[in-house]
């Protein structure tokens, strides 16, 4: 007798913990599934980064931009000389206005390593380096990032979408305010 209520406890455990393990694979499932239809519905641009343009008060194209703190005092951040593409450059647009295609943001410095020279190094050099090739730590003028609204693909994001952008005052952008 003893053994078969052993025996039934046995089966009992075992049944309810294949029931709740079956329950939570289920919600698992479920949940990704709520995911995977909730990022369906998402729309692509809504995915995408928001667009800048921004004007600089040099000419400084040709070379390599770092990321400062809110002071302008420590760099947060700096690309892997292999990190270097032809295709970061900014894209020139009307009224001497740039098309942001590194990820620049309003605390940007520009050194003065050509694009060249720093994708030849062989490796990022110290903070202390880095910090001393510095040529300009406030080159912007102006900086603006699309709105929320702005459609950030096709037509909206070529060339001739984004300078009717500036055309028309900015429309769908927001001018962020600069620190100096």
Same mark, same amino acid.
């Given at each position: 007798? !003893?053994?078969?209520?052993?025996?039934?406890?046995?089966?009992? @455990?075992?049944?309810?913990?294949?029931?709740?393990?079956?329950?939570?694979?289920?919600?698992? #499932?479920?949940?990704?599934? #709520?995911? /995977?239809?909730?990022?369906?519905?998402?729309?692509?641009?809504?995915?995408?980064?928001?667009?800048?343009?921004?004007? @600089?008060?040099?000419?400084?194209?040709?070379? /390599?931009?770092?990321?400062?703190?809110? @002071? !302008? #005092?420590?760099?947060?951040?700096?690309?892997?000389?292999?990190?270097?593409?032809?295709?970061?450059?900014?894209?020139?647009?009307?009224?001497?206005?740039?098309?942001?295609?590194?990820?620049?943001? !309003?605390?940007?410095?520009?050194?003065?390593?050509?694009?060249?020279?720093?994708?030849?190094?062989?490796?990022?050099?110290?903070?202390?380096?880095?910090?001393?090739?510095?040529?300009?730590?406030?080159?912007?003028?102006?900086?603006?990032?699309?709105?929320?609204?702005?459609?950030? @693909?096709?037509?909206?994001?070529?060339?001739?979408?984004?300078? !009717?952008?500036?055309?028309?005052?900015?429309?769908?952008?927001?001018?962020?305010?600069?620190?100096?």
């Amino acid at each position: 007798m !003893k053994k078969n209520i052993m025996m039934i406890v046995a089966i009992a @455990t075992l049944a309810a913990m294949t029931a709740c393990q079956s329950s939570k694979e289920t919600n698992k #499932t479920e949940n990704v599934e #709520t995911t /995977v239809a909730q990022t369906m519905e998402t729309p692509l641009a809504m995915a995408m980064p928001r667009i800048v343009i921004y004007k @600089t008060t040099a000419d400084f194209s040709n070379f /390599v931009p770092f990321a400062m703190d809110e @002071t !302008k #005092t420590q760099i947060v951040s700096f690309p892997d000389p292999s990190d270097i593409k032809e295709n970061k450059r900014p894209t020139q647009l009307d009224n001497g206005y740039l098309l942001d295609n590194f990820g620049i943001g !309003k605390n940007v410095v520009y050194t003065d390593y050509t694009y060249e020279q720093y994708a030849a190094l062989e490796s990022v050099p110290d903070l202390e380096t880095l910090m001393q090739h510095i040529a300009e730590r406030n080159p912007l003028v102006e900086y603006y990032v699309s709105g929320a609204e702005y459609p950030r @693909t096709g037509e909206a994001r070529s060339i001739e979408g984004l300078n !009717k952008v500036i055309a028309d005052g900015m429309n769908g952008f927001d001018k962020i305010e600069l620190s100096k």
